[in-house]
């Protein structure tokens, strides 16, 4: 496939949300509401749960699956509300010490006028320099779209995994089409420049692993869930000065040049 058709299947109406993950990989999720500033976001779901019997905190950008879904959740295009809802939940789950998943499948975040006047930019930053500093292990997984800053806001983990027909980039191919060309119909060249497919992300070591789709969803689900139980047990097992040390040089190393 080329890297837009891998943007097309990434968006494809009926593949599974992040709801659809949660359904088929954890047990037991009880779903969080608010930010406890402003409102509760619906692009955004978050709550614990447990995998295979372990207790886990885990969020997701959540898509919809119908129109009408969508429309009410902002087409998975979060508010400061849904990273400020997300963020409680992880500081929650620090002091309890529960590990962290999240499930990211976003175009990018909100771009409307109440977004910026809610303070969108300081959520996602706020995000960022949390997450890079939280104590208990984190896995994220992007299951379908990473767009953007909106995606970043959930990626600062211990380990970034794809779907192989997820997509991880700055920017829409779109976007950088018509920045470039001036013409947003030239999406297919921008997808080939932007290396957004995963095994792109993975050569370059920006992601740590890719995981099959062609054997269908419910092996996807099995294989998730073995991989987040092997994963998560073994940065459990690290101490926290460890734990950090290792995520902050996991994002150091990201565009690192070796000698000539």
């Known amino acids: 496939m080329k890297a837009y058709d891998k943007v097309l299947a990434a968006r494809a109406g009926g593949r599974p949300t992040a709801a659809s993950f949660i359904e088929g990989i954890f047990t037991d999720f009880i779903e969080m509401h608010g930010d406890r500033r402003y409102a509760d976001d619906p692009a955004v779901i978050a709550g614990i749960a447990r995998l295979n019997g372990r207790p886990v905190t ?3 950008i959540e898509r919809g699956a119908t129109l009408e879904e969508r429309m009410r959740r902002n087409f998975g295009s979060a508010h400061p509300e849904g990273y400020r809802k997300a963020l409680r939940q992880m500081r929650l789950a620090e002091k309890f010490r529960r590990p962290v998943v999240c499930l990211v499948d976003t175009s990018g975040a909100a771009c409307d006028i109440g977004a910026e006047e809610r303070g969108e930019g300081q959520a996602i930053a706020e995000n960022l320099t949390t997450m890079m500093g939280l104590r208990v292990p984190i896995v994220s997984v992007v299951i ?3 767009g953007s800053g909106g995606a970043l806001a959930l ?3 211990d380990e970034v ?5 997820a997509v ?3 920017i829409s191919p779109e976007g950088a089409a018509s920045i470039l060309w001036k013409d947003a119909g030239a999406a297919d060249r921008a997808s080939e420049c932007l290396k957004l497919t995963a095994h792109d992300l993975r050569r370059m070591e920006v992601v740590e692993h890719v995981f099959r789709e062609r054997d269908g969803w419910p092996r996807v689900y099995d294989n998730l869930r073995a991989a987040l139980w092997k994963a998560l047990g073994h940065y459990a097992g690290m101490g926290e000065e460890a734990l950090l040390a290792h995520r902050y040089e996991k994002f150091r190393k990201i565009g690192r040049m070796g000698e000539a």
């Not at 995994?161 to 027909?165: F, G, K, S, T």
Request: proline share 0%; glycine share 18%; hydrophobic share 55%.
């Open 58 to 60: 885990v969020i997701g």
């Open 144 to 146: 379908g779209e990473g």
């Open 155 to 157: 990626a600062v983990a």
């Open 161 to 165: 995994w794809m779907l192989e027909n």
């Open 168 to 170: 991880y980039s700055v």
